[in-house]
C-alpha cells in the first residue's frame, strides 16, 4: 500500500511540476529515454546486483532535464526490467515507486539548488563544473534514500534489521559512485560543449556497456566451467579417498602408515631443501602409495607371512597403486614416485630396475620413510623394532645397495631432533588436506582479477525476488 501511494503521488508531483522547457531539446529527451532502455537491455546479473547503463540515463535526465523527465526514464527502465524478468505484481509495484520517486526527488532538488546557484543551462566552464558537483551530491543522497527502500521492504518482508543489512549494500558502493560521477562529467560535457560531445560520449558508452557485459558473461561461463572442473576433480580424489577408507576398514594399520608416512616424508623432503611442490608430491605419494593393496585378498592382506604363490601379489601393489594415482589428473609425479620406490640403489629393486639417481628423489625418500614407520609399528610382517633398531637397520640397508644413504642420515638426523615417532599420530583426513587438493587441482591456470565497472546496479538493486 505504501509503494502504490508513493507511485501515485510520484506520478502526480510530476504531472504538477512538470515545465514544458523541461522537455526540450527533443532529442536530449529521446537520447536519454533510449540509453534507459537500452541500458536495461544489455544489463547481466551479477551475483551482487546487477550491471547496466541506466543509470547513468536517469541521472543524466536528473541534470539535463528535470524532475519530470527523470521519473519518465525510471518508469520506463523499469517496465522493460519488470517485464522482461516476469516478475509479480508486488515486485512490479516496487520497482515503479522506487524509480518513479527516487528520480523524481532528485531531479526535483537539483532545480532548486541549480535555480538559487544559477548554474542550470551555463555554457559557462565554472558554472558547468558546479552544475556537475551538484548532480553528484544530488545523486548520492537519492542513493542513501533508495538502499533506504530497499531495506525497508526487506524489513518488512523477511524481519532483518536495517543495520544488519549495511553490510550488504556497503560493497555496492563504489560502483554506484562511479556511475553517479560518470553521469556527472557527462552533464558538463553537454553544458559546455553540446550535444554532439554527449552523443559522442553516449556511443562510447554503450560499447563500453556491451563490452563489459561480455567480459562478465565470459567470466560467469569460467566460473561455471571451475565449478565443474571441482566437481569432476573432487569426484577423482573423493574415490581414492574412499578407496584408502575402505581398505582401513579391512586393515587397520593402512590408514595409520599412510598418514605417518606422509607426514615423515613431508618434514624431510623439506629437511633436503625440496621445494613446496615437491613436497606436496612426496607427501601425497606416501598418503596414496598403499592404495593398491585394496585389489588384495583377504590371505594376503591379513597375512603373517606371504605364501610364495602370493608373493607377485605384493610385488604388484606399486603397479596397482600408481595405475590408480595416475588416473588422477596432475598426480603424474606422485605415480611415479608410488611406482619406483621399491627400486634400489643398487639396481635390483623393482619394477623397473633403476640404478642410483635413475630413481626418483621422490621415491628415495618414500622408500626410507616408509620403510622405517613399518618397522616401528606393528604390521602384518614383522615384529615392531624400536627406533634405536630400526635406525641401525636403514644404514645397514644403505650400505648393502637398498636406500640412498645420504636420505637415510638425513631422516635419522629429522629423528633425532624431531623425536623418534613425532609423526606417530599423524591422522589421514588431516594429512590429506582434501579441500586445498581440490581447490588446487581444478585451477588449471591463475585468475585474472575481476572486471570493475562503472554500471553496476542503477537506482535500485536487485536481490532473491525483489528487482527494487
Known amino acids: 500500500a505504501g509503494e502504490l ?23 536530449l529527451v529521446a537520447i536519454v529515454l533510449v540509453l534507459a532502455l537500452l541500458g536495461e537491455r544489455f544489463s547481466v546479473e551479477l551475483q551482487d546486483g546487477q550491471l547496466t ?74 558554472k558547468s563544473v558546479v552544475l556537475g558537483m551538484l548532480v553528484l551530491a544530488v545523486f548520492v543522497v537519492t ?44 552533464v558538463v560535457a553537454y ?9 559522442a560520449a553516449i556511443v562510447l558508452l554503450l560499447i563500453f556497456q ?53 607426514a615423515y616424508a613431508s618434514a624431510l623432503a623439506s629437511d633436503l631443501g625440496c621445494s613446496d611442490d615437491e613436497r606436496d608430491v612426496v607427501r601425497a605419494a606416501g598418503l596414496l602409495h598403499e592404495i593398491g593393496k585394496f585389489t588384495w585378498p583377504d590371505r594376503v592382506l591379513h597375512a603373517t607371512n606371504v605364501d610364495d604363490k602370493d608373493v607377485e601379489v605384493v610385488k604388484n601393489n606399486p603397479q596397482e597403486s600408481a ?22 640403489m643398487d639396481g635390483r629393486g623393482y619394477p623397473a630396475g633403476l640404478i642410483g639417481p635413475e630413481i626418483p628423489l621422490s621415491s628415495r625418500i618414500l622408500a626410507v620413510c616408509a620403510t622405517y614407520d613399518t618397522m616401528t609399528a606393528r604390521d602384518a610382517y614383522r615384529a615392531k623394532m624400536s627406533a634405536e633398531e630400526a635406525m641401525e637397520e636403514l644404514r645397514l ?13 638425513a631422516f ?8 623418534s615417532t613425532f609423526a606417530g599420530d599423524a591422522d589421514f583426513e588431516t594429512e590429506l588436506e582434501y579441500e586445498r587438493r581440490v581447490r588446487e587441482m581444478a585451477e588449471v591456470a591463475p585468475q585474472a582479477p575481476k572486471a570493475r565497472t562503472s554500471f553496476r546496479l542503477p537506482l535500485g538493486r536487485r536481490r532473491s525476488g525483489v528487482s527494487a
Not at 588422477?328 to 614416485?337: E, H, K, S, T
Open 5 to 27: 501511494v508513493l507511485l501515485l503521488a510520484s506520478a502526480g508531483a510530476s504531472v504538477l511540476v512538470s515545465r514544458t522547457s523541461e522537455w526540450q531539446p527533443a532529442t
Open 53 to 126: 547503463a541506466s543509470t547513468v540515463a536517469i541521472v543524466l535526465a536528473m541534470g539535463l532535464l528535470g524532475p519530470s523527465p527523470a521519473a519518465a526514464c525510471g518508469v520506463a527502465a523499469m517496465v522493460i526490467a519488470s517485464a522482461t524478468r516476469g516478475l509479480d505484481f508486488g515486485q512490479w509495484l516496487n520497482n515503479l515507486a522506487s524509480f518513479a520517486a527516487v528520480p523524481f526527488a532528485g531531479g526535483l532538488l537539483i532545480r532548486w539548488s541549480g535555480e538559487a546557484l544559477g548554474v542550470l543551462h551555463s555554457t559557462q566552464a565554472s
Open 143 to 186: 542513493l542513501v534514500v533508495n538502499f533506504a527502500l530497499i531495506g525497508l521492504r526487506v524489513l518488512i518482508e523477511d524481519g532483518r534489521p536495517l543495520r544488519r543489512q549495511v553490510p550488504e549494500f556497503l560493497p555496492l558502493l563504489p560502483g554506484e559512485l562511479a556511475a553517479g560521477a560518470l553521469a556527472s562529467i557527462l
Open 191 to 199: 553544458q559546455s560543449a553540446g550535444l554532439p560531445m554527449l552523443v
Open 210 to 262: 556491451h563490452l563489459t557485459v561480455a567480459l562478465v558473461r565470459s567470466e560467469q561461463r569460467a566460473e561455471h566451467l571451475e565449478a565443474r572442473s571441482r566437481q569432476l576433480v573432487g569426484l577423482q580424489l573423493g574415490v581414492l579417498r574412499t578407496l584408502v577408507r575402505a581398505l582401513t576398514m579391512r586393515d587397520e594399520t593402512t590408514g595409520r602408515h599412510a598418514a605417518s608416512v606422509a
Open 323 to 344: 595405475l590408480l594415482v595416475g588416473a588422477l589428473d596432475g598426480y603424474g609425479p606422485v605415480a611415479d614416485a608410488i611406482l619406483y620406490h621399491h627400486e634400489r
Open 397 to 409: 640397508a644403505a650400505r648393502n645397495g637398498q636406500f640412498d644413504a645420504d636420505i637415510v642420515e
Open 412 to 419: 635419522i638426523a629429522l629423528l633425532e631432533r624431531e623425536g
